[in-house]
């Protein structure tokens, strides 16, 4: 549940994870596929880092996408969270496995850029991010701004690199 997790984990999962259904058209490769947060490239602020976070983008078409994320929390703790919906700028539930609503989350396009927004109902919180994807179709980086409820904010980095080979696994 998201009330388990620091709000710089619950924001490497929604917006890492969203942020790798990156950009799909003619001259960028698809995102479909397996990712892992690169710790050392990535910055947390002043939140402990997860152990490990990985990112599956199932679907990523100029109008959709799906993805899902596990993350291994700094306690060691495992979290898992899925979206999936059009990249219109709509909100989205959110889901953990069994399917309850953790949140909600858009996701729209701007160029070669992925926006998204999350609100968090349970705790008040929300982000605003902007995703890209390299050139060479290999890396992902994640700029998240987080708001707490109280109205601070923060800042957050997430680098993905795509895990060679692997296969993309299903809902």
Same mark, same amino acid.
């Given at each position: $549940?998201?009330?388990?997790?620091?709000?710089?984990?619950?924001?490497?999962?929604?917006?890492?994870?969203?942020?790798? $259904?990156?950009?799909?058209?003619?001259?960028?490769?698809?995102?479909?596929?397996?990712?892992?947060?690169?710790?050392?490239?990535?910055?947390?602020?002043?939140?402990?880092?997860?152990?490990?976070?990985?990112?599956?983008?199932?679907?990523?078409?100029?109008?959709?996408?799906?993805?899902?994320?596990?993350?291994?929390? %700094?306690?060691?703790?495992?979290?898992?969270?899925?979206?999936?919906?059009?990249?219109?700028?709509? $909100?989205?539930?959110?889901?953990?496995?069994?399917?309850?609503?953790?949140?909600?989350?858009?996701?729209?396009?701007?160029?070669?850029?992925?926006?998204?927004?999350?609100?968090?109902?349970?705790?008040?919180?929300?982000?605003?991010?902007?995703?890209?994807?390299?050139?060479?179709?290999?890396?992902?980086? %994640?700029?998240?701004?987080?708001?707490?409820?109280?109205?601070?904010?923060?800042?957050?980095?997430?680098?993905?690199?795509?895990?060679?080979?692997?296969?993309?696994?299903?809902?």
């Amino acid at each position: $549940m998201l009330k388990n997790l620091s709000t710089a984990t619950i924001l490497v999962v929604v917006l890492n994870a969203s942020l790798a $259904m990156a950009q799909t058209n003619a001259s960028k490769p698809s995102a479909v596929g397996t990712w892992k947060l690169d710790l050392k490239q990535s910055t947390f602020g002043s939140e402990a880092p997860p152990k490990s976070v990985t990112l599956t983008i199932i679907k990523d078409t100029p109008d959709a996408g799906a993805w899902r994320v596990d993350v291994v929390d %700094d306690k060691g703790q495992s979290h898992s969270y899925s979206w999936s919906g059009p990249t219109d700028g709509t $909100m989205q539930d959110l889901k953990t496995p069994d399917g309850q609503v953790a949140g909600k989350e858009s996701v729209k396009r701007d160029g070669d850029t992925l926006i998204r927004h999350g609100e968090n109902p349970k705790d008040g919180s929300s982000f605003d991010a902007r995703s890209t994807l390299s050139a060479d179709g290999k890396t992902i980086t %994640d700029v998240v701004t987080e708001k707490s409820k109280d109205g601070k904010t923060s800042k957050t980095t997430g680098v993905f690199h795509r895990v060679a080979g692997a296969k993309p696994a299903g809902k």
